[in-house]
């Protein structure tokens, strides 16, 4: 008789195991986003739709068109390259000095964008950067059409400083997973250079590069520090509206504005996480870890 | 498995087409200090199959991927059907290659992967899919045409790259340890079906193994490789019967060193004059090697010969043979009798061993001991 | 891979390296080279930007609260992290992936939208708990969640914790023990790995202590930066710099430990 009340207090201690965890998370990670899906509907009177409406807002509508593209051009740019860098240091030895540097440097880099990336690119392009000073006593002159660094322009540069550490970071295992035999059974085969990344190591990598391109693309949409440190508090990408909001002396209205233009956010990036999703499955089915 | 097809495809195989001799001329290959090939001279004839032989580090993968074209020669010709290959890249050198293990795409189904070179080719989709298709069918995995890499066992996947290797009709297969990977079942199933295609196809093979009962069942001559030169190189029959050197001789089946002293052309071990493979070696003390089925036992009397009494200390039952481990006092000694023979002398019996009168060698470096 | 190939792959690696190396270090160079100028452009380079740091007492309070909450949160998410996702391994496996999409949905969303969410949340704090700014630490122990969480299961999925805890139970030992005596010295490199992590992100926060409107280091250098452009970015050359080394540690650090531990078992 004892039996059944003994085993459900075992099955309820185990449980108790995991509810810190989850009582952290529920404060902490739930009721944030409940916070910011509620916000995003209530109004001064009771719940509206009157948030999203403003959505629809030239500035706004602009400032996702810009968010959009400064986040498609810097992955993109980022994406390219980063895997490049990661192709260069993956055919190198794997316990190579150069590997871990350049690891140890992809870290700090992607990690550790915003304000002082925003300040290094000031110190070397800026109005009195090293190599603007530098070129003028050479008789070059860097901004012949007027400064770009404080723009949308200069922004999307210094996306592409910490979007490439990211790729490397990112794609790396996924060029780990190519096998030295499937080169050398193209080979074999008959298969040149030409051949072999064209057949065999592109459609390989194809998943796991368009993967890492969307997790740049996220990553750039949310980025917020950088934009702050580099742009006037304005506005012209989405991040900045939310802090305009939040900022702003007018109260409520703006924090559920500010809910509202979150609420984009996480649409736009919760659409690309599930296609990350679901190319990383198809790139792990054959790259092995 | 499914069913073996049986049916000669050597019509199919571009006819007239003859089977190439491949040479490998003072062949050298060095990785910075180390000499991982050291002057190799092998001539493999037309439609034979030569098998490498010999421990992890002693040159024969290396040998085979200069054959293959993945690895430039530091000195030396890799000679194909006449033509000296030597600076040629892999894709030009007309060899189908199968590895030890994930070479196949994982991104292609079994027939895509046999296609594949074909495809390089520029054969038409049609006629790739009938040659695939006749491959498959060779390796007996045509049910298994739409299925990819992950969904193929390990024997089904080396079968996979064999018919992908013979695809394109190469002048010389290669193989680089594909049994290695798989399963002791397995491996001897698909050592009998590679000999199989090879023979039905005829074409002159290079198979590198570390393990010498695979090299000596397949190969029509073997090759002992040590530190990247050949020690021995002969029918297998010969490299066991007849090592030339005592690595060989340790190597390629089991040996028992026992100690003795040659004189005029034989070697007295133990109160037994033994016949030596090379009859000119000089005089003076040596150590014999004597193959454990050389050795028969019978049961001990009182007059028996002292040094060849002993006592059976452990059995293995091994199927068909047992081995028995006799102590003679101041050495051991491996038996390898019928089963039914050993019942006889179990553990713990006295016996009495006598050496039968095969050619042996001797070494004169180590001590005699344990096998 | 022949020699030809070999010869091609090492010029292709030259220009790739030799040429992000330069897009990199460039930015890099020149903040040091900003930070050391003197007043005026034909002053000698000075180190004043870095000294005087010390003598900011704004600057060392946000200094020593961003390295507080730094050790705060490494060690909050070892505590809270590691036991849960020992417990969840050994005894709740169903949860094991609940628990995974947990830790990985901060990558989704992002920090700019859960400062909307956090600042309710720290309104009441605020009046109820603590205005100090080390309260940030609740916030940032979320933002690490999927950095600490891959690389603790990483070291837990290299060490067999199920057989490892069952040998220690038999022989008597409390759920206690085998977590903290028998599993965790055997991740000890997944550990450090995950408290770097966590000092390398706590560090170069900017985002939800920006929104909330307290003053740590990214914010402090911020605001520096209005004003005085150089010394702000001596300051961020200076966290740009220990947070690298600090990395480069933890790779040579991870593969010390490892090779004394014997590294993985082999199967």
């Given at each position: 008789m004892r039996r059944p009340l003994g085993g459900r207090l075992r099955i309820s201690t185990t449980w108790l195991g995991a509810a810190p965890f989850l009582a952290y998370t529920g404060l902490f990670l739930a009721l944030p986003t409940v916070l910011v899906a509620v916000g995003a509907f209530s109004g001064p009177h009771g719940p509206t739709l009157a948030n999203l409406a403003q959505l629809s807002q030239p500035y706004v509508v602009s400032a996702f068109v810009n968010s959009l593209v400064l986040s498609a051009v810097s992955s993109g740019v980022g994406a390219v390259v980063g895997a490049v860098l990661a192709y260069a240091v993956a055919t190198?030895?794997?316990?190579?000095i150069m590997r871990r540097l350049v690891t140890a440097l992809c870290g700090v880099l992607s990690q550790f964008g915003g304000v002082t990336l925003a300040f290094a690119f000031i110190a070397t392009i800026?109005?009195?950067g090293f190599i603007v000073i530098w070129l003028q006593q050479h008789g070059?002159?860097?901004y012949p059409n007027g400064v770009?660094?404080?723009?949308l322009t200069g922004l999307t540069l210094i996306y592409v400083y910490f979007q490439i550490p990211l790729m490397v970071i990112v794609f790396m295992p996924a060029l780990d997973g190519i096998r030295p035999q499937w080169r050398e059974a193209t080979e074999t085969l008959g298969g040149a250079t030409w051949h072999y990344w064209r057949h065999v190591a592109g459609p390989l990598l194809l998943p796991a590069f368009l993967g890492a391109w969307l997790l740049l693309f996220a990553n750039a949409f949310s980025a917020y520090a950088t934009a702050a440190a580099l742009l006037?508090?304005?506005?012209?990408?989405v991040p900045l509206q939310i802090s305009r909001a939040l900022s702003s002396e007018v109260g409520l209205n703006q924090a559920s504005f500010a809910a509202a233009l979150a609420l984009g956010m996480v649409v736009v990036v919760a659409i690309i996480t599930v296609l990350y999703a679901r190319l990383q499955r198809r790139s792990a089915r054959w790259l092995p870890r | 498995m499914g069913a073996l097809d049986t049916r000669p495809i050597g019509a199919s195989w571009g006819g007239s087409r003859s089977a190439a001799e491949v040479r490998l001329e003072d062949l050298r290959r060095i990785y910075g200090s180390t000499t991982?090939?050291?002057g190799l001279n092998i001539t493999i004839h037309a439609g034979e199959l030569v098998a490498l032989l010999g421990?992890?580090?002693?040159g024969k993968t290396t040998a085979l991927r200069l054959v293959a074209g993945l690895e430039d020669a530091d000195g030396g010709q890799v000679v194909i059907d006449g033509r000296d290959?030597?600076?040629?890249p892999a894709s030009r050198r007309d060899t189908g290659m199968v590895f030890?293990?994930?070479?196949?795409?994982?991104?292609?189904?079994a027939q895509e992967n046999v296609g594949f070179g074909l495809r390089m080719r520029k054969v038409g989709q049609a006629e790739r899919r009938q040659r695939a298709g006749e491959m498959l069918e060779l390796v007996g995995l045509s049910t298994q045409a739409d299925r990819y890499a992950h969904q193929l066992s390990g024997g089904q996947q080396q079968r996979v790259a064999l018919a992908r290797a013979l695809a394109i009709r190469p002048s010389v297969l290669l193989l680089d340890?594909?049994?290695?990977?798989?399963d002791a079942r397995v491996r001897s199933q698909l050592r009998d079906e590679i000999r199989r295609v090879q023979r039905e196809v005829g074409i002159t093979t290079l198979f590198v193994t570390h393990d010498q009962e695979e090299a000596l069942a397949i190969a029509d001559r073997v090759g002992v490789m040590r530190a990247g030169r050949l020690e021995q190189m002969g029918p297998p029959t010969a490299i066991y019967s007849?090592?030339?050197t005592p690595f060989v001789a340790e190597f390629v089946g089991l040996t028992n060193r026992l100690a003795g002293v040659v004189n005029g052309g034989a070697v007295d071990v133990r109160g037994v004059r033994l016949p030596l493979i090379a009859t000119d070696t000089p005089d003076g003390p040596a150590v014999a090697l004597v193959r454990p089925e050389a050795v028969s036992l019978a049961p001990a009397t009182e007059s028996s010969n002292g040094l060849l009494s002993g006592t059976v200390i452990a059995v293995s039952f091994l199927g068909a043979v047992s081995r028995l481990t006799v102590d003679l006092g101041d050495t051991t000694v491996l038996v390898q009798i019928p089963t039914a023979d050993a019942?006889?002398?179990?553990?713990g019996s006295r016996v009495r061993i006598a050496l039968r009168q095969d050619p042996v060698l001797i070494t004169r470096d180590g001590s005699p001991g344990k096998p | 891979m022949n020699r030809h190939r070999r010869r091609r792959l090492a010029a292709f690696k030259t220009v790739v390296y030799v040429v992000l190396g330069l897009f990199f270090l460039l930015p890099i160079a020149a903040m040091v080279e900003f930070a050391t100028r003197g007043v005026g452009l034909t002053s000698p380079r000075t180190l004043v930007a870095f000294t005087s740091i010390g003598s900011d007492p704004e600057l060392v309070d946000a200094i020593t609260a961003s390295l507080e909450l730094a050790v705060i949160t490494s060690v909050g998410m070892l505590a809270l992290l590691l036991p849960t996702m020992i417990w969840v391994r050994l005894r709740?496996?169903?949860?094991a992936r609940p628990v995974e999409l947990l830790c990985l949905t901060p990558l989704t969303i992002p920090a700019i939208v859960l400062v909307v969410g956090f600042a309710p949340i720290y309104n009441w704090i605020e009046i109820?708990?603590?205005?100090?700014?080390?309260?940030?630490a609740f916030a940032y122990l979320i933002l690490v969640l999927p950095y600490c969480y891959r690389a603790l299961d990483a070291g837990l999925s290299a060490v067999d914790i199920r057989t490892l805890s069952e040998a220690a139970r038999s022989l008597g030992a409390s759920w206690g023990t085998v977590m903290w005596r028998v599993i965790v010295p055997n991740m000890s490199s997944a550990v450090s790995n995950a408290c770097l992590l966590c000092v390398a992100v706590v560090l170069g926060e900017f985002t939800v202590a920006n929104l909330l409107n307290f003053e740590n280091l990214q914010v402090a250098i911020s605001i520096l930066g209005t004003g005085n452009a150089r010394d702000s970015i001596a300051l961020a050359v200076l966290s740009l710099v220990f947070v690298f080394f600090f990395l480069l540690v933890l790779s040579f650090l991870g593969r010390a430990l490892s090779r004394r531990r014997g590294g993985r078992a082999r199967a």
């Open positions: 190198g030895s794997p316990d190579g800026g109005t009195e070059i002159t860097f770009w660094l404080f723009s006037d508090i304005g506005g012209v990408i | 991982a090939l050291d421990p992890s580090g002693c290959v030597t600076h040629l030890q293990a994930y070479s196949l795409f994982p991104h292609m189904t340890e594909p049994l290695s990977a798989l007849r090592p030339a019942t006889a002398h179990p553990g | 709740l496996p169903r949860m109820n708990v603590s205005d100090s700014i080390l309260t940030l």
